[in-house]
T-cell receptor, first 117, second 115 residues
Framework: AQKITQTQPGMFVQEKEAVTLDCTYDTSDPSYGLFWYKQPSSGEMIFLIYQGSYDQQNATEGRYSLNFQKARKSANLVISASQLGDSAMYFCAMRGNSGGSNYKLTFGKGTLLTVNP | NAGVMQNPRHLVRRRGQEARLRCSPMKGHSHVYWYRQLPEEGLKFMVYLQKENIIDESGMPKERFSAEFPKEGPSILRIQQVVRGDSAAYFC?????????????FGEGSRLTVL
């Protein structure tokens, strides 16, 4: 079984500053994938970034980077140079890559990020 | 736009009515996944389908819910005799196979409100 924990129900950041959203996970799978999704108030789920457990480098996608610390089982999302449009709910998710149910994503409860002007 | 398409985006039903939600996967994708998001929660897996086959429905409520992915046409999530607790956002995702690729893209979701 997999578990995702996001301990920050809400976060505030000033425009143009960087912010880190926390995510810890638990799994017995030796191979797994970690995801971050953004859900704005309009409701769609927007894929942001993916990290495989055996990837040598931390994933980056534009202003998004994933701070992957395998020993600590953490996969924090770092957003640099925050913009007002970054205000949204952010979900961390994972998928085990071995076994028969490697298609199921397990989601955390999310962190609501508010970017202040 | 070749993304995952869901409709309707919003659906209102009275208790006891039926709800049908449709999902057209990305072009070339034959695997479809449905997830449900209750208010204030993350998404939870419901069902995984391939063309004409249900592979895993372990996340589906045992009664009133069904899903299909016919040879032709979109995948359908059907909720019979809806109750207020069915009010949620229902998301669909697709993939070309079950093998482990990276990203998993979702459609824009269908928001069901039961009055």
């Amino acid at each position: 079984a997999q578990k995702i924990t996001q301990t920050q129900p809400g976060m505030f950041v000033q425009e143009k500053e960087a912010v880190t959203l926390d995510c810890t996970y638990d799994t017995s799978d030796p191979s797994y994938g970690l995801f971050w999704y953004k859900q704005p108030s309009s409701g769609e789920m927007i894929f942001l970034i993916y990290q495989g457990s055996y990837d040598q480098q931390n994933a980056t996608e534009g202003r998004y980077s994933l701070n992957f610390q395998k020993a600590r089982k953490s996969a924090n999302l770092v957003i640099s140079a925050s913009q007002l449009g970054d205000s949204a709910m952010y979900f961390c998710a994972m998928r085990g890559n071995s076994g028969g149910s490697n298609y199921k994503l397990t989601f955390g409860k999310g962190t609501l990020l508010t970017v202040n002007p | 736009n070749a993304g995952v398409m869901q409709n309707p985006r919003h659906l209102v039903r009275r208790r006891g009515q039926e709800a049908r939600l449709r999902c057209s996967p990305m072009k070339g994708h034959s695997h479809v996944y449905w997830y449900r998001q209750l208010p204030e929660e993350g998404l939870k897996f419901m069902v995984y389908l391939q063309k004409e086959n249900i592979i895993d429905e372990s996340g589906m409520p045992k009664e009133r819910f069904s899903a299909e992915f016919p040879k032709e046409g979109p995948s359908i999530l059907r909720i019979q005799q809806v109750v207020r607790g069915d009010s949620a956002a229902y998301f669909c995702a697709s993939s070309p196979s079950q093998r482990n690729t990276g990203e998993l893209f979702f459609g824009e979701g269908s928001r069901l409100t039961v009055l």
